[in-house]
């Protein structure tokens, strides 16, 4: 059974950087997808980046790219998401996620979950 811990996270200025990441453990084959997600209070929880871990395709939602980028250590069975530039609309709650198959943007397609990390932005 596939469990997510994710760690980092926390509190920034505008522009300013931060690492969140997501350890895989239970075992995560190349016919795995992750992704992460995100949700502020009251809104809907799109996707942020995704990464099919067999080919390590990456695709960004558009609201992060050029800001954002998807990493995995295959040796740590560790996701990361560096997040440079943060802006205040990027306050959310974050979370990784895994599935067997291609990487999908749609939440509902992913069965593992990790915890979440709160990640805020002030202006």
């Known amino acids: 059974q596939v469990q997510l811990v994710q760690s980092g996270g926390g509190s920034v200025q505008a522009g300013g950087s931060l690492t969140l990441s997501c350890a895989a453990s239970?075992?995560?084959?190349?016919?795995?997808?992750m992704a992460w997600f995100r949700q502020a209070p009251g809104k809907e929880r799109p996707w942020v980046a995704r990464?099919?871990?067999?080919?390590?395709?990456?695709y960004y939602n558009p609201f992060v790219t050029g800001r954002f980028t998807i990493r995995l250590d295959k040796a740590k069975s560790t996701l990361y998401l560096q997040m440079n530039n943060l802006k205040p609309d990027d306050t959310a709650m974050y979370y990784c996620a895994a599935r067997q198959g291609v990487a999908s943007a749609t939440a509902t397609m992913y069965n593992i979950w990790g915890q979440g990390t709160q990640v805020t932005v002030s202006s």
């Open positions: 239970g075992g995560t084959s190349s016919s795995y997808s």
């Open positions: 990464m099919n871990i067999g080919t390590e395709a990456t």
